[in-house]
């Protein structure tokens, strides 16, 4: 395993992560970490702006899934992409807060954060340091709204597994498209969240970066 300090990556000089904009610029950003929407309820470590970087060949994948969809009127919205290793280390120190529960009700409201690194919520190293991890979802294009996947974003609980059988009918056949169209262009699917895809043949299967997204350091 090769854990990968790195400077700010404005600085970097042969950047082995692209910007998905400039490869799919059509796709929609919510990226989460970078604002107080998320599970721990502020700015995460190494998010000083909402960029959204990935390894070039998840960037090409996606772009086949997004060229896939338009023709439905769909697309894509991305939560999070790269994410540095030191956003991990503050997810880390963050569920051994137990007294910091103030996300609880909205995102594990049925689960004890004590049982965060049991369950496999929240592990101390990601596959999203490695660049070809995604967390998305889809959205229509018409009106931007997404699509209804049973849950929200990084909610923790059994409601997110993809075969969660205590769903609407439109809401399997959104995360079963989801799935399909995500698979077919290279990715493999977490069955405990619906939203997280990693590039099979992921350029960096060993590498875990830690480069800040707009950060000065």
């Not at 990968?4 to 950003?29: C, R, T, Y």
């Not at 470590?45 to 070039?56: A, E, N, Q, T, W």
């Not at 889809?138 to 974003?153: I, R």
Request: overall charge negative; glycine content about 10%.
């Amino acid at each position: 395993m090769l854990l990968v300090f790195g400077l700010s990556w404005g600085l970097a000089k042969e950047p082995q992560l692209v910007n998905i904009l400039e490869m799919v610029p059509d796709i929609q950003l919510e990226l989460r970490y970078a604002g107080t929407n998320n599970f721990v309820g502020d700015v995460v470590d190494g998010y000083c702006r909402p960029i959204c970087l990935v390894s070039r060949p998840a960037g090409e994948a996606l772009k086949g899934v997004q060229a896939q969809l338009k023709p439905f009127g769909l697309g894509l919205k991305v939560f999070d992409a790269y994410r540095p290793q030191r956003a991990v280390d503050h997810f880390v120190r963050w569920a051994k807060d137990l007294e910091d529960t103030k996300m609880k009700s909205e995102y594990y409201p049925m689960v004890a954060k004590g049982v965060l690194f049991k369950q496999g919520y929240i592990a101390a190293k990601s596959g999203h340091s490695r660049g070809s991890t995604i967390d998305l979802t889809l959205v229509d294009l018409k009106s931007g709204s997404e699509l209804d996947m049973g849950t929200p974003f990084d909610f923790f609980g059994h409601q997110s597994w993809v075969h969660e059988q205590g769903l609407t009918a439109v809401q399997r056949a959104n995360r079963l498209l989801l799935r399909t169209v995500m698979l077919q262009n290279g990715f493999r699917p977490y069955d405990q969240e619906w939203w997280h895809f990693t590039l099979r043949g992921e350029p960096f299967p060993e590498t875990y970066f830690d480069i800040p997204l707009g950060c000065e350091e």
